[in-house]
């Protein structure tokens, strides 16, 4: 394969190829390191530089984790060792997911914040406690549903994840939805939506309405941080919980 011909077009589709479904971006220091990686050369050329630097930054980005096994355990143990983004070096541990694994309701977020980063738990500070308060509304409780991130490492001070960092962690999210296979999902923010689903949607718009990944029923709606700044908004969470409710009793 010609240096010249590996384009972040050409990489986009060797990783929708794999299992990636969507990429929102693929910088040319991405494509360049996937590259090497599919000539057997490191990121300069080498063929020991990737070898060499396990857990560089870039060494793995965009390259979906490998399907060791099926179970969800087993896939927590693997994304624990993961360092394939700057985010592990300033977190302080892989927030992998939690709730049922049989779960018929997912919900997928941005990304753990500094109490979710010092517990390992998704949603559990301020956020957490208000998701806490949607879930009853679908005749549910915490540990009936399943919830996980977009991104398993806190970002710095809070912020979205960039495009880079969302693309190497996505896999490990497809990964979890195909072992719990779950019967519909809730998207809580635009990250959660974009990242998963593509575009550049704007959640005002797409809140409410049904959406589908691979064939799994999807409603977006507003992330509780959202609506812990702006409470007016809660009364639309309400309607999509209800909404929710409504297709889940319907099954």
Request: glycine letters at 10%.
């Amino acid at each position: 394969m010609r240096a010249s011909r590996v384009t972040p077009a050409f990489v986009a589709a060797y990783l929708k190829e794999i299992g990636v479904e969507f990429v929102p971006s693929v910088s040319a220091e991405v494509a360049r390191v996937i590259a090497g990686r599919l000539r057997g050369a490191g990121p300069n050329g080498g063929a020991s530089d990737v070898a060499a630097s396990p857990e560089s930054p870039v060494s793995d980005a965009g390259v979906a984790p490998p399907a060791t096994d099926s179970t969800l355990e087993a896939l927590r143990a693997e994304a624990l060792g993961c360092r394939r983004c700057p985010l592990r070096e300033g977190a302080k541990q892989v927030v992998f997911g939690v709730g049922n694994p049989r779960a018929r309701l997912m919900f997928i977020g941005e990304g753990p914040g500094a109490d979710e980063d010092e517990q390992g738990e998704p949603f559990v500070g301020a956020a957490g406690k208000r998701l806490n308060t949607w879930i009853p509304r679908l005749g549910l409780a915490r540990e009936d549903v399943y919830i996980a991130n977009i991104v398993k490492c806190r970002p710095p001070g809070n912020r979205a994840p960039v495009p880079e960092e969302g693309t190497v962690c996505v896999p490990w999210l497809i990964r979890q939805i195909g072992i719990i296979q779950p019967e519909m999902i809730c998207l809580l923010g635009a990250t959660a939506l974009r990242f998963l689903l593509g575009g550049e949607p704007k959640i005002t718009r797409e809140r409410g309405q049904w959406r589908e990944y691979k064939g799994i029923p999807v409603l977006p709606t507003y992330h509780p941080a959202y609506i812990l700044r702006d409470p007016r908004r809660e009364d639309e969470v309400f309607q999509d919980m209800e909404t929710l409710k409504g297709r889940l009793d319907a099954r």
